[in-house]
């Protein structure tokens, strides 16, 4: 393992590629499988977006494990510690100058805490700069800036609570479905609740919340699958079944997906990091 300085701090691990703008330092970097870091601090605040294997970060009291194309945002001077997955890992970090926060922060006070990036439009831009990154390396610096902007922006209008115009009775849909998410529901069945067709519920649903109605059940379900597996020792097969997927095989292709692990690799992340 190497250190190599950048114009913002120093970063551990096999430094693969980096490039250098005004507010934004981007560096890629391997590490080997089970590596750990002890606890250490940065100067500069940094998005840390996974490319490949498993990362995890624990801060007091906070844990976040992330797969690929799962992005994380860690605030300056904040100690952490850090445990690299069984695989291996690679992830692109993005180091964001003083001058760049604060100008994000004259618009909402927001990144100011650990937090892992989650939503479907914020996704959506997480995989964007992984895809930027890795294959089209020229003008990359200046594509991933901006889409640092659009994450900030969507974080803004998410601090800012729901537009004016959001109907009420998508509150009702959210509660129903968070209340029901493990259950076989059919857009039909939801739109019959609240007394609107399905096709334009599935529109409303998805120009105010970011994601299909279908997208936010399965993460429903992960997220319930993730709290399983992290405070429980049940039974995969009984896991996907009480999360509402119709067979462990497709539980687990589900989880990968969404996480980057399969729920056994996030079990037994979950037990190193505590």
Same mark, same amino acid.
């Given at each position: 393992?190497?250190?190599?300085?950048?114009?913002?701090?120093?970063?551990?691990?096999?430094?693969?590629?980096?490039?250098?703008?005004?507010?934004?330092?981007?560096?890629?970097?391997?590490?080997?499988?089970?590596?750990?870091?002890? +606890?250490?601090?940065?100067?500069?605040?940094?998005?840390?977006?996974?490319?490949?294997?498993?990362?995890?970060?624990?801060?007091?009291?906070?844990?976040?494990?992330?797969?690929?194309?799962?992005?994380?945002?860690?605030?300056?001077?904040?100690?952490?510690?850090?445990?690299?997955?069984?695989?291996?890992?690679?992830?692109?970090?993005?180091?964001?100058?003083?001058?760049?926060?604060?100008?994000?922060?004259?618009?909402?006070?927001?990144?100011?805490?650990?937090?892992?990036?989650?939503?479907?439009?914020?996704?959506?831009?997480?995989?964007?700069?992984?895809?930027?990154?890795?294959?089209?390396?020229?003008?990359?610096?200046?594509?991933?800036?901006?889409?640092?902007?659009?994450?900030?922006?969507?974080?803004?209008?998410?601090?800012?609570?729901?537009?004016?115009?959001? +109907?009420?009775?998508?509150?009702?849909?959210?509660?129903?479905?968070?209340?029901?998410?493990?259950?076989?529901?059919?857009?039909?069945?939801?739109?019959?609740?609240?007394?609107?067709?399905?096709?334009?519920?599935?529109?409303?649903?998805?120009?105010?919340?970011?994601?299909?109605?279908?997208?936010?059940?399965?993460?429903?379900?992960?997220?319930?699958?993730?709290?399983?597996?992290?405070?429980?020792?049940? +039974?995969?097969?009984?896991?996907?079944?009480?999360?509402?997927?119709?067979?462990?095989?497709?539980?687990?292709?589900?989880?990968?997906?969404?996480?980057?692990?399969? +729920?056994?690799?996030?079990?037994?992340?979950?037990?190193?990091?505590?």
């Amino acid at each position: 393992m190497v250190e190599e300085r950048t114009k913002f701090a120093i970063i551990q691990g096999d430094v693969q590629r980096k490039a250098e703008a005004a507010d934004v330092v981007m560096t890629e970097t391997r590490y080997n499988p089970n590596t750990r870091l002890g +606890p250490h601090t940065h100067k500069q605040g940094c998005f840390g977006f996974i490319l490949q294997g498993e990362y995890s970060e624990a801060f007091r009291p906070l844990e976040f494990v992330c797969g690929p194309r799962m992005a994380v945002f860690r605030p300056p001077l904040i100690e952490h510690r850090n445990a690299i997955g069984e695989q291996g890992a690679r992830a692109l970090f993005v180091e964001v100058s003083d001058r760049w926060l604060n100008h994000v922060r004259e618009y909402s006070p927001i990144l100011v805490q650990p937090t892992v990036l989650q939503s479907g439009h914020i996704n959506a831009l997480a995989k964007a700069v992984c895809r930027q990154w890795t294959e089209n390396p020229c003008g990359a610096q200046l594509a991933i800036e901006g889409f640092l902007y659009e994450i900030a922006a969507e974080l803004c209008r998410q601090e800012a609570g729901p537009p004016e115009r959001r +109907p009420k009775w998508l509150d009702n849909v959210l509660e129903l479905m968070r209340a029901r998410f493990n259950e076989p529901l059919r857009a039909s069945d939801i739109a019959r609740e609240v007394g609107f067709h399905p096709v334009h519920v599935a529109r409303v649903f998805r120009h105010n919340c970011g994601m299909t109605m279908v997208d936010f059940i399965r993460q429903l379900r992960v997220d319930f699958a993730r709290e399983r597996l992290q405070s429980s020792d049940t +039974p995969l097969v009984d896991i996907a079944l009480s999360a509402g997927f119709p067979s462990q095989a497709y539980f687990s292709t589900t989880f990968k997906q969404e996480t980057g692990f399969t +729920p056994g690799q996030y079990r037994r992340t979950c037990r190193r990091v505590r």
